[in-house]
Protein backbone atom coordinates (compact mmCIF):
# COMPACT_ATOMS: atom_id res chain seq x y z
CA UNK A 1 0.00 0.00 0.00
CA UNK A 2 1.51 3.12 -1.00
CA UNK A 3 2.45 5.90 1.25
CA UNK A 4 -0.62 8.49 -0.07
CA UNK A 5 -3.12 5.88 0.45
CA UNK A 6 -1.86 4.53 3.47
CA UNK A 7 -2.74 8.18 5.44
CA UNK A 8 -5.71 8.89 3.16
CA UNK A 9 -8.24 7.88 5.30
CA UNK A 10 -11.21 9.40 4.40
CA UNK A 11 -10.52 9.83 0.88
CA UNK A 12 -11.28 12.45 -1.63
CA UNK A 13 -14.92 12.78 -3.19
CA UNK A 14 -17.02 10.97 -5.61
CA UNK A 15 -17.63 12.75 -9.12
CA UNK A 16 -21.16 12.13 -11.38
CA UNK A 17 -21.06 10.22 -13.83
CA UNK A 18 -23.00 9.57 -16.39
CA UNK A 19 -26.27 7.22 -16.72
CA UNK A 20 -25.35 5.14 -19.55
CA UNK A 21 -25.13 1.73 -20.13
CA UNK A 22 -21.41 1.86 -21.29
CA UNK A 23 -20.15 3.43 -18.29
CA UNK A 24 -22.06 0.89 -15.58
CA UNK A 25 -20.12 -2.04 -18.11
CA UNK A 26 -16.95 -0.31 -17.51
CA UNK A 27 -17.45 0.11 -13.59
CA UNK A 28 -18.45 -3.86 -13.60
CA UNK A 29 -14.97 -4.73 -14.96
CA UNK A 30 -13.03 -2.18 -13.32
CA UNK A 31 -14.28 -3.80 -10.39
CA UNK A 32 -12.85 -7.22 -11.66
CA UNK A 33 -16.91 -8.71 -12.02
CA UNK A 34 -16.97 -10.84 -15.35
CA UNK A 35 -19.45 -12.33 -17.30
CA UNK A 36 -21.99 -9.18 -17.18
CA UNK A 37 -22.85 -5.97 -18.62
CA UNK A 38 -25.49 -3.13 -18.53
CA UNK A 39 -27.76 -2.74 -20.54
CA UNK A 40 -30.70 0.20 -21.27
CA UNK A 41 -34.11 -1.28 -21.84
CA UNK A 42 -37.39 1.09 -22.94
CA UNK A 43 -40.27 -1.19 -21.85
CA UNK A 44 -41.09 -3.30 -19.06
CA UNK A 45 -43.33 -5.39 -21.06
CA UNK A 46 -42.70 -8.97 -21.51
CA UNK A 47 -41.55 -8.91 -24.96
CA UNK A 48 -39.25 -6.22 -23.78
CA UNK A 49 -37.36 -7.44 -21.24
CA UNK A 50 -37.45 -11.54 -20.65
CA UNK A 51 -35.54 -12.33 -23.81
CA UNK A 52 -32.56 -10.77 -21.60
CA UNK A 53 -33.56 -12.77 -18.71
CA UNK A 54 -32.08 -9.69 -16.00
CA UNK A 55 -30.28 -10.20 -13.18
CA UNK A 56 -31.30 -6.69 -11.57
CA UNK A 57 -32.84 -3.64 -12.01
CA UNK A 58 -31.18 0.11 -12.02
CA UNK A 59 -34.08 2.91 -11.74
CA UNK A 60 -32.96 6.15 -12.67
CA UNK A 61 -34.88 9.43 -12.23
CA UNK A 62 -34.78 13.34 -11.23
CA UNK A 63 -35.21 13.41 -7.71
CA UNK A 64 -37.45 16.50 -5.96
CA UNK A 65 -37.26 16.85 -2.14
CA UNK A 66 -40.72 16.48 -1.46
CA UNK A 67 -40.73 12.96 -3.31
CA UNK A 68 -37.73 12.52 -1.03
CA UNK A 69 -39.84 13.29 2.43
CA UNK A 70 -42.89 11.71 1.47
CA UNK A 71 -41.28 8.01 1.38
CA UNK A 72 -39.39 8.30 4.22
CA UNK A 73 -41.99 6.48 6.51
CA UNK A 74 -42.44 3.36 4.28
CA UNK A 75 -38.87 2.37 5.18
CA UNK A 76 -39.27 2.46 8.99
CA UNK A 77 -40.48 -1.52 9.63
CA UNK A 78 -37.83 -3.97 10.51
CA UNK A 79 -38.24 -7.14 8.16
CA UNK A 80 -36.14 -9.73 9.17
CA UNK A 81 -36.60 -11.51 5.76
CA UNK A 82 -34.00 -8.58 4.81
CA UNK A 83 -31.41 -9.02 6.89
CA UNK A 84 -30.41 -11.86 4.83
CA UNK A 85 -29.48 -9.36 1.60
CA UNK A 86 -26.62 -7.07 1.24
CA UNK A 87 -28.08 -3.31 1.74
CA UNK A 88 -25.96 -0.12 1.68
CA UNK A 89 -27.11 3.39 2.91
CA UNK A 90 -25.78 6.39 0.67
CA UNK A 91 -23.56 8.69 2.96
CA UNK A 92 -21.58 10.45 0.26
CA UNK A 93 -22.59 12.67 -2.37
CA UNK A 94 -22.68 11.38 -6.27
CA UNK A 95 -21.81 7.98 -5.24
CA UNK A 96 -25.96 6.93 -6.06
CA UNK A 97 -24.50 5.59 -9.44
CA UNK A 98 -21.87 2.95 -8.12
CA UNK A 99 -23.99 2.42 -4.75
CA UNK A 100 -27.06 1.08 -6.84
CA UNK A 101 -24.52 -1.06 -8.92
CA UNK A 102 -23.34 -2.79 -5.72
CA UNK A 103 -26.82 -3.39 -4.00
CA UNK A 104 -27.68 -5.05 -7.26
CA UNK A 105 -24.51 -6.75 -7.73
CA UNK A 106 -23.40 -8.44 -4.39
CA UNK A 107 -27.07 -9.72 -4.54
CA UNK A 108 -26.67 -12.28 -7.48
CA UNK A 109 -26.00 -15.70 -6.82
CA UNK A 110 -23.67 -17.60 -8.94
CA UNK A 111 -21.52 -14.41 -10.48
CA UNK A 112 -18.26 -14.05 -10.35
CA UNK A 113 -17.36 -11.08 -8.85
CA UNK A 114 -13.69 -11.30 -8.71
CA UNK A 115 -11.34 -11.07 -5.61
CA UNK A 116 -11.88 -7.50 -4.18
CA UNK A 117 -15.52 -7.30 -4.17
CA UNK A 118 -15.83 -11.25 -2.74
CA UNK A 119 -13.46 -9.90 -0.22
CA UNK A 120 -15.46 -6.62 0.13
CA UNK A 121 -19.14 -8.38 0.87
CA UNK A 122 -17.21 -10.81 3.07
CA UNK A 123 -16.00 -8.12 5.17
CA UNK A 124 -19.28 -5.87 5.49
CA UNK A 125 -21.96 -8.98 5.26
CA UNK A 126 -22.91 -8.66 9.24
CA UNK A 127 -22.39 -4.71 8.94
CA UNK A 128 -25.50 -2.48 9.48
CA UNK A 129 -26.92 -0.58 6.47
CA UNK A 130 -25.25 3.01 7.11
CA UNK A 131 -21.67 0.66 8.58
CA UNK A 132 -22.07 -0.63 4.56
CA UNK A 133 -22.43 2.84 3.73
CA UNK A 134 -19.38 3.89 5.35
CA UNK A 135 -17.47 1.27 4.07
CA UNK A 136 -18.46 1.65 0.03
CA UNK A 137 -17.27 5.40 1.12
CA UNK A 138 -13.87 4.31 2.39
CA UNK A 139 -12.91 1.83 -0.07
CA UNK A 140 -10.16 2.96 -2.21
CA UNK A 141 -10.69 0.44 -5.29
CA UNK A 142 -14.50 1.22 -5.69
CA UNK A 143 -13.77 5.26 -5.78
CA UNK A 144 -11.10 5.25 -7.54
CA UNK A 145 -13.05 2.83 -10.04
CA UNK A 146 -15.79 5.28 -9.96
CA UNK A 147 -14.00 8.47 -10.79
CA UNK A 148 -11.94 7.03 -13.77
CA UNK A 149 -15.51 6.72 -15.35
CA UNK A 150 -15.74 10.77 -14.71
CA UNK A 151 -15.23 13.58 -17.00
CA UNK A 152 -12.31 15.70 -15.79
CA UNK A 153 -14.28 18.69 -14.87
CA UNK A 154 -16.61 16.46 -12.70
CA UNK A 155 -13.64 15.47 -10.68
CA UNK A 156 -12.34 18.92 -10.56
CA UNK A 157 -15.83 20.06 -9.71
CA UNK A 158 -16.58 17.30 -7.19
CA UNK A 159 -12.90 18.26 -5.49
CA UNK A 160 -13.46 21.92 -5.23
CA UNK A 161 -17.67 21.82 -4.07
CA UNK A 162 -15.76 19.40 -1.28
CA UNK A 163 -12.76 22.24 -0.32
CA UNK A 164 -16.04 25.02 -0.46
CA UNK A 165 -18.40 22.80 2.13
CA UNK A 166 -14.93 22.02 4.39
CA UNK A 167 -14.02 25.93 4.66
CA UNK A 168 -17.88 26.76 5.22
CA UNK A 169 -17.92 24.28 7.57
CA UNK A 170 -14.71 25.48 9.40
CA UNK A 171 -15.79 29.42 9.33
CA UNK A 172 -19.11 28.53 11.16
CA UNK A 173 -17.00 26.48 13.73
CA UNK A 174 -15.13 29.31 14.08
CA UNK A 175 -17.64 32.12 14.05
CA UNK A 176 -20.00 30.06 16.31
CA UNK A 177 -20.25 32.38 19.72
CA UNK A 178 -19.35 30.88 23.12
CA UNK A 179 -21.62 29.02 24.82
CA UNK A 180 -23.88 31.55 27.72
CA UNK A 181 -26.46 30.49 29.98
CA UNK A 182 -28.89 33.24 28.15
CA UNK A 183 -31.02 31.93 24.94
CA UNK A 184 -30.89 34.48 22.02
CA UNK A 185 -33.91 34.68 20.21
CA UNK A 186 -33.40 34.82 16.54
CA UNK A 187 -36.18 35.89 13.82
CA UNK A 188 -35.77 32.89 10.99
CA UNK A 189 -35.34 34.62 7.69
CA UNK A 190 -38.19 34.18 4.97
CA UNK A 191 -37.45 30.79 3.19
CA UNK A 192 -37.62 31.41 -0.46
CA UNK A 193 -40.19 30.41 -2.66
CA UNK A 194 -40.45 26.96 -4.09
CA UNK A 195 -40.06 28.09 -7.25
CA UNK A 196 -36.99 30.03 -6.53
CA UNK A 197 -35.53 27.06 -5.03
CA UNK A 198 -35.94 24.87 -7.69
CA UNK A 199 -34.46 27.53 -10.26
CA UNK A 200 -31.47 27.83 -8.00
CA UNK A 201 -30.90 23.79 -7.46
CA UNK A 202 -29.37 21.72 -10.22
CA UNK A 203 -30.83 18.49 -11.37
CA UNK A 204 -30.32 15.74 -8.95
CA UNK A 205 -30.52 12.35 -10.61
CA UNK A 206 -31.14 9.13 -7.73
CA UNK A 207 -30.59 5.39 -8.61
CA UNK A 208 -32.91 3.17 -7.32
CA UNK A 209 -32.09 -1.02 -7.50
CA UNK A 210 -34.18 -3.81 -7.96
CA UNK A 211 -33.33 -7.51 -7.29
CA UNK A 212 -34.62 -10.81 -6.43
CA UNK A 213 -32.73 -12.61 -3.44
CA UNK A 214 -33.25 -15.03 -0.94
CA UNK A 215 -37.31 -15.96 -2.10
CA UNK A 216 -38.34 -12.24 -2.17
CA UNK A 217 -38.19 -9.11 -4.81
CA UNK A 218 -36.58 -6.54 -3.01
CA UNK A 219 -36.77 -2.44 -3.70
CA UNK A 220 -33.00 -1.05 -2.98
CA UNK A 221 -33.09 2.51 -2.02
CA UNK A 222 -29.69 3.56 -0.63
CA UNK A 223 -30.44 7.86 0.03
CA UNK A 224 -34.24 7.20 1.51
CA UNK A 225 -34.34 3.73 3.04
CA UNK A 226 -32.98 2.28 6.26
CA UNK A 227 -33.59 -1.34 4.90
CA UNK A 228 -34.76 -2.87 1.77
CA UNK A 229 -38.23 -2.86 0.66
CA UNK A 230 -39.59 -6.31 0.46
CA UNK A 231 -41.93 -6.05 -3.49
CA UNK A 232 -43.32 -8.83 -3.03
CA UNK A 233 -42.83 -12.82 -2.53
CA UNK A 234 -41.82 -15.03 -5.96
CA UNK A 235 -43.37 -18.06 -6.97
CA UNK A 236 -42.12 -21.14 -5.48
CA UNK A 237 -41.21 -23.75 -7.80
CA UNK A 238 -40.75 -27.70 -7.24
CA UNK A 239 -37.00 -28.61 -6.64
CA UNK A 240 -35.06 -31.78 -7.83
CA UNK A 241 -35.75 -32.85 -4.24
CA UNK A 242 -39.66 -32.74 -4.54
CA UNK A 243 -39.42 -29.52 -2.14
CA UNK A 244 -40.65 -26.22 -3.76
CA UNK A 245 -37.82 -23.80 -4.19
CA UNK A 246 -38.56 -19.98 -5.37
CA UNK A 247 -37.49 -19.28 -8.65
CA UNK A 248 -35.72 -16.03 -10.07
CA UNK A 249 -36.88 -16.77 -13.77
CA UNK A 250 -40.22 -14.75 -13.28
CA UNK A 251 -39.50 -12.49 -11.31
CA UNK A 252 -40.47 -9.66 -13.58
CA UNK A 253 -43.35 -10.41 -13.06
CA UNK A 254 -43.03 -9.54 -9.80
CA UNK A 255 -41.47 -6.28 -10.09
CA UNK A 256 -43.45 -5.47 -13.02
CA UNK A 257 -46.50 -3.42 -10.80
CA UNK A 258 -44.33 -1.77 -8.33
CA UNK A 259 -42.25 -0.54 -10.96
CA UNK A 260 -44.94 0.98 -12.69
CA UNK A 261 -46.46 2.51 -9.51
CA UNK A 262 -43.03 4.17 -8.99
CA UNK A 263 -42.53 5.42 -12.31
CA UNK A 264 -46.07 6.93 -12.14
CA UNK A 265 -45.42 8.20 -8.37
CA UNK A 266 -41.92 9.77 -9.45
CA UNK A 267 -42.37 10.83 -12.89
CA UNK A 268 -46.00 12.10 -13.24
CA UNK A 269 -48.57 12.10 -15.60
CA UNK A 270 -50.26 14.13 -18.55
CA UNK A 271 -48.68 17.38 -19.38
CA UNK A 272 -46.25 17.21 -16.13
CA UNK A 273 -45.00 14.04 -16.83
CA UNK A 274 -41.10 14.29 -16.56
CA UNK A 275 -39.61 12.05 -19.76
CA UNK A 276 -35.70 12.65 -18.17
CA UNK A 277 -35.25 8.75 -16.63
CA UNK A 278 -34.00 5.42 -17.69
CA UNK A 279 -34.07 2.20 -16.69
CA UNK A 280 -30.71 -0.17 -17.23
CA UNK A 281 -30.72 -4.13 -16.36
CA UNK A 282 -27.90 -6.20 -14.96
CA UNK A 283 -27.82 -8.95 -17.64
CA UNK A 284 -24.95 -11.80 -18.64
CA UNK A 285 -22.77 -10.54 -21.22
CA UNK A 286 -23.09 -12.25 -24.70
CA UNK A 287 -19.68 -12.73 -25.23
CA UNK A 288 -18.78 -15.20 -22.94
CA UNK A 289 -21.60 -17.64 -24.64
CA UNK A 290 -20.64 -16.79 -28.37
CA UNK A 291 -17.14 -17.34 -28.00
CA UNK A 292 -17.64 -20.73 -25.61
CA UNK A 293 -20.19 -21.86 -29.04
CA UNK A 294 -17.58 -20.96 -31.55
CA UNK A 295 -14.44 -22.84 -29.84
CA UNK A 296 -17.06 -25.99 -29.29
CA UNK A 297 -17.42 -25.96 -33.12
CA UNK A 298 -13.53 -25.35 -33.83
CA UNK A 299 -13.21 -28.78 -31.91
CA UNK A 300 -16.08 -30.03 -33.61
CA UNK A 301 -14.23 -29.17 -36.61
CA UNK A 302 -11.07 -31.22 -36.02
CA UNK A 303 -12.97 -34.17 -34.44
CA UNK A 304 -15.09 -34.35 -37.59
CA UNK A 305 -12.41 -33.99 -39.71
CA UNK A 306 -10.59 -36.57 -37.88
CA UNK A 307 -13.00 -39.35 -38.65
CA UNK A 308 -13.58 -38.06 -42.38
CA UNK A 309 -9.76 -38.76 -42.86
CA UNK A 310 -10.46 -42.17 -41.34
CA UNK A 311 -13.45 -43.09 -43.35
CA UNK A 312 -12.40 -41.59 -46.42
CA UNK A 313 -8.58 -42.07 -47.22
CA UNK A 314 -8.69 -40.90 -50.51
CA UNK A 315 -10.12 -37.74 -49.61
CA UNK A 316 -13.24 -36.10 -48.78
CA UNK A 317 -13.35 -32.37 -50.29
CA UNK A 318 -15.56 -33.33 -52.69
CA UNK A 319 -18.34 -34.87 -50.56
CA UNK A 320 -19.16 -31.58 -49.31
CA UNK A 321 -20.43 -28.17 -50.57
CA UNK A 322 -17.46 -26.50 -52.18
CA UNK A 323 -18.68 -23.26 -51.21
CA UNK A 324 -18.48 -24.05 -47.24
CA UNK A 325 -15.01 -25.59 -48.07
CA UNK A 326 -13.72 -22.45 -49.10
CA UNK A 327 -15.23 -20.21 -46.14
CA UNK A 328 -14.19 -22.81 -43.20
CA UNK A 329 -10.83 -21.16 -42.63
CA UNK A 330 -12.07 -17.64 -42.25
CA UNK A 331 -15.31 -19.26 -40.53
CA UNK A 332 -13.62 -20.24 -37.00
CA UNK A 333 -11.60 -17.03 -36.80
CA UNK A 334 -12.48 -13.77 -35.31
CA UNK A 335 -11.02 -10.24 -35.45
CA UNK A 336 -9.53 -11.31 -31.60
CA UNK A 337 -8.70 -14.81 -32.17
CA UNK A 338 -7.19 -16.79 -35.12
CA UNK A 339 -8.85 -20.76 -36.17
CA UNK A 340 -6.78 -22.13 -33.29
CA UNK A 341 -8.38 -23.12 -30.27
CA UNK A 342 -8.35 -20.18 -28.22
CA UNK A 343 -10.13 -19.32 -24.36
CA UNK A 344 -13.43 -20.79 -22.64
CA UNK A 345 -15.33 -19.35 -20.18
CA UNK A 346 -18.01 -21.39 -19.09
CA UNK A 347 -17.21 -24.21 -16.30
CA UNK A 348 -18.67 -27.02 -18.08
CA UNK A 349 -16.91 -26.84 -21.45
CA UNK A 350 -14.86 -29.05 -21.39
CA UNK A 351 -17.67 -32.23 -20.24
CA UNK A 352 -19.69 -30.66 -23.10
CA UNK A 353 -16.81 -31.46 -25.46
CA UNK A 354 -16.52 -34.92 -24.68
CA UNK A 355 -20.09 -35.45 -25.35
CA UNK A 356 -20.03 -34.04 -28.08
CA UNK A 357 -16.45 -35.69 -29.81
CA UNK A 358 -18.30 -39.08 -28.02
CA UNK A 359 -21.44 -38.80 -30.59
CA UNK A 360 -19.21 -38.06 -33.20
CA UNK A 361 -17.61 -41.22 -32.90
CA UNK A 362 -20.55 -43.22 -32.71
CA UNK A 363 -21.48 -40.86 -35.87
CA UNK A 364 -22.21 -42.99 -39.19
CA UNK A 365 -19.69 -42.23 -42.21
CA UNK A 366 -22.60 -41.27 -44.23
CA UNK A 367 -23.28 -38.89 -41.74
CA UNK A 368 -19.66 -37.14 -41.79
CA UNK A 369 -20.17 -34.96 -44.72
CA UNK A 370 -23.72 -32.82 -43.71
CA UNK A 371 -22.21 -33.38 -40.08
CA UNK A 372 -19.12 -31.12 -41.08
CA UNK A 373 -21.28 -28.48 -43.19
CA UNK A 374 -24.06 -28.08 -40.64
CA UNK A 375 -20.81 -27.09 -38.06
CA UNK A 376 -19.22 -24.63 -40.63
CA UNK A 377 -22.67 -23.09 -41.08
CA UNK A 378 -22.98 -22.89 -37.39
CA UNK A 379 -19.81 -21.49 -37.32
CA UNK A 380 -20.52 -18.74 -39.02
CA UNK A 381 -23.69 -17.95 -37.58
CA UNK A 382 -21.28 -18.21 -34.38
CA UNK A 383 -18.46 -15.48 -35.35
CA UNK A 384 -21.27 -12.72 -36.73
CA UNK A 385 -22.39 -12.59 -33.10
CA UNK A 386 -18.58 -12.55 -31.55
CA UNK A 387 -17.95 -9.70 -34.13
CA UNK A 388 -21.08 -7.84 -33.05
CA UNK A 389 -20.20 -8.45 -29.42
CA UNK A 390 -16.58 -7.15 -30.17
CA UNK A 391 -17.85 -3.95 -32.10
CA UNK A 392 -19.88 -2.88 -29.34
CA UNK A 393 -16.87 -3.44 -26.47
CA UNK A 394 -15.00 -1.07 -29.14
CA UNK A 395 -17.24 1.66 -29.29
CA UNK A 396 -17.96 1.41 -25.55
CA UNK A 397 -14.17 1.95 -25.00
CA UNK A 398 -13.85 4.66 -27.56
CA UNK A 399 -16.87 6.57 -25.76
CA UNK A 400 -14.81 5.95 -22.15
CA UNK A 401 -11.45 7.79 -23.62
CA UNK A 402 -13.75 10.11 -25.63
CA UNK A 403 -15.66 10.86 -22.24
CA UNK A 404 -12.63 11.21 -19.88
CA UNK A 405 -9.75 12.98 -21.74
CA UNK A 406 -8.96 16.18 -20.56
CA UNK A 407 -9.61 18.87 -23.23
CA UNK A 408 -8.94 21.69 -21.17
CA UNK A 409 -4.84 21.83 -21.79
CA UNK A 410 -5.65 21.82 -25.37
CA UNK A 411 -8.19 24.49 -25.24
CA UNK A 412 -6.58 26.67 -23.48
CA UNK A 413 -3.21 26.19 -25.46
CA UNK A 414 -5.06 27.01 -28.35
CA UNK A 415 -6.72 30.14 -27.12
CA UNK A 416 -3.73 31.48 -26.05
CA UNK A 417 -1.88 30.92 -29.52
CA UNK A 418 -5.12 32.69 -30.80
CA UNK A 419 -4.10 35.50 -28.46
CA UNK A 420 -0.32 35.93 -29.02
CA UNK A 421 -1.20 35.45 -33.11
CA UNK A 422 -3.94 38.70 -33.00
CA UNK A 423 -6.36 36.39 -34.06
CA UNK A 424 -8.65 35.70 -31.01
CA UNK A 425 -10.27 39.12 -31.49
CA UNK A 426 -11.28 38.43 -35.17
CA UNK A 427 -12.46 34.97 -34.38
CA UNK A 428 -14.66 36.07 -31.02
CA UNK A 429 -16.25 38.89 -33.45
CA UNK A 430 -17.27 35.82 -35.98
CA UNK A 431 -15.74 37.94 -38.64
CA UNK A 432 -13.38 36.57 -41.73
CA UNK A 433 -9.88 38.06 -42.88
CA UNK A 434 -12.11 39.56 -46.08
CA UNK A 435 -14.44 41.35 -43.90
CA UNK A 436 -11.82 42.97 -41.81
CA UNK A 437 -9.73 44.78 -44.92
CA UNK A 438 -12.96 46.07 -46.30
CA UNK A 439 -13.78 47.68 -43.21
CA UNK A 440 -9.86 48.93 -43.25
CA UNK A 441 -10.18 50.33 -46.84
CA UNK A 442 -13.74 51.74 -45.97
Known amino acids: MSEEIAH ?8 VVESDPGVFTTLIQKLG ?19 LRPLGLIFCYISSETEE ?10 DPDARSVWFANQLSNDACASLALLNVLLNCPGVDLGPRLDEFRADTEHMSSVMKGLAVTNAHFLREAHNSLARPADIRGATHAAAK ?13 PPTKKRKLTIPRKPKPASALAEDAPDSYHFIGYVPAHGHVWELDGLRARVPLDV ?12 AQPSTDDWMAVVRPALRMKMARVLGAGERADIRYNLLALVRAPYGPASDALEMRKRERA ?31 TTLRPASYGRVFASDFAARKMDRELEILDMPARRLPSAWEESVRAALS ?19 VK ?10 KFVTCLHQEGLLDRAMSGKSGREDARERDA
Open 8 to 15: NLVGGPFA
Open 33 to 51: VHGLEVTEIYDIEPWAVDH
Open 69 to 78: SSNDEAYELD
Open 165 to 177: STLESSKRQLSKP
Open 232 to 243: GALEPTPGPSGS
Open 303 to 333: AIERRLGEAFPDGWADKVDPTLLSAADSAFS
Open 382 to 400: DKVTVEEEIAKSMNVHTEH
Open 403 to 412: RTWDYEPFIR
